[in-house]
């Protein structure tokens, strides 16, 4: 078992524990009753991981039953207000109050609602992230956003809202369906590509162990994903500026997504706009390396799209582009990479503009990747 601490300085005095191993579950409300002796605790997860027969597993015992709140259907397509309206109100109505302590068992999904609930109910309550995903292990789960869409976007409504404790039982990841699996996958790519080199090629040297699932490697991947992201969010929790970079391939991948109407799964989609942002800094003269070959072999190999599906349609994507949040006036701006490693920054910005007839160009090549 492997401690990360993750310090938020715009909170005093306030870090969280990041626990990663195997098998932890039996044992995580008794650890977290050392930090809550006498909250009660409430149960968010969703349908996926109910057949899993996760929530069994962190309650083995039978006094520690907990009344809970089963997303259905699981995913993206249960992502919005009314969903944190009905557990909130479930809550209220059993008296739940400001001792309430909400443990989120399952994906981004499930932690992006829960933590909505946890940072309203009552004025907030503290939330405890149990991710049970790769996305959701690798992302997510750390860092404290959460929110739910709205009808015209992405993470329209939400908060920052850092967990109490957050733990990473990699065991989990063997209940996912492949594609799920693979996808998610894709998160830990891009915190190699931004931050850490010697990570890209731990990847690239170990991926027919990661996709066997080997718990020993899982947990390797773990550990640098959460030393990689707590490093980034303690610099700049409410994302001014730094944190930007962890939305590397997000701007085309967030499009794509929505154009395809979640057709596409997040990580495939964020795969297809890493390689959209690999052909802009291309076009824009920083790629002076083999990187791109390297970048899309690792994409392929973990079964991923590089190119946009032609069932899109380009004006679309390219609207949903320029509705990015990073979009500041007429502005559109990129993460983009130097190397393998290390973002390229301009005047002390980690997301910089880029032209929109250069993302055009880009989107048309795109296509046909
Ligand atoms: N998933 C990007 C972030 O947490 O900032």
Request: a neutral charge; charged letters at 25%.
């Amino acid at each position: 078992m492997m401690q990360i601490q993750v310090k938020i300085p715009a909170i005093a005095g306030t870090s969280y524990t990041v626990t990663i191993g195997t098998d932890l579950l039996g044992g995580i409300i008794e650890d977290v009753r050392q930090i809550y002796p006498r909250h009660r605790f409430f149960l968010i997860t969703d349908a996926n991981v109910l057949t899993a027969g996760l929530p069994g597993r962190l309650a083995a015992d039978k006094s520690d039953e907990l009344m809970s709140f089963i997303i259905e259907p699981a995913g993206e397509v249960s992502k919005h207000i009314a969903t944190v309206t009905a557990i909130c109100e479930i809550m209220d109505k059993n008296a739940f109050g400001r001792d309430t302590c909400i443990l989120a068992l399952g994906g981004g999904t499930v932690g992006d609602i829960a933590g909505f609930a946890a940072s309203i109910f009552k004025r907030g309550v503290p939330v405890v992230q149990i991710p049970t995903t790769t996305v959701s292990q690798a992302d997510s789960a750390v860092g404290g956003k959460t929110g739910v869409d709205s009808t015209i976007s992405k993470n329209a409504f939400g908060t920052f809202w850092q967990p109490a404790a957050v733990f990473v039982d990699v065991s989990t990841l063997k209940t996912l369906d492949e594609r799920q699996y693979r996808a998610g996958l894709v998160e830990s790519v891009k915190h190699a590509l931004i931050r850490d080199a010697k990570y890209f090629e731990y990847l690239e040297q170990n991926l027919d162990k990661i996709l066997a699932r080997d718990e020993s490697i899982l947990q390797k991947l773990a550990v640098y994903n959460c030393r990689i992201k707590a490093a980034v969010v303690e610099q700049d929790p409410k994302e001014a500026n730094l944190r930007r970079i962890l939305n590397y391939g997000h701007t085309i991948g967030h499009a794509v997504e929505s154009a395809s109407n979640f057709k596409l799964l997040h990580g495939e989609s964020v795969a297809i706009g890493i390689v959209g942002a690999g052909i802009i800094e291309d076009k824009l003269g920083l790629v002076k390396d083999d990187r791109l070959g390297r970048i899309k072999a690792m994409l392929e190999k973990l079964g991923q799209p590089t190119s946009i599906p032609l069932y899109l349609a380009k004006q679309q994507v390219l609207t949903l582009i320029s509705h990015d949040k990073k979009a500041a006036g007429n502005e559109i701006r990129f993460v983009l990479l130097d190397k393998i490693g290390q973002v390229h920054e301009e005047k002390g910005k980690w997301a910089v503009p880029v032209a929109t007839e250069l993302i055009g160009e880009s989107i048309d090549l795109l296509f046909h990747e």
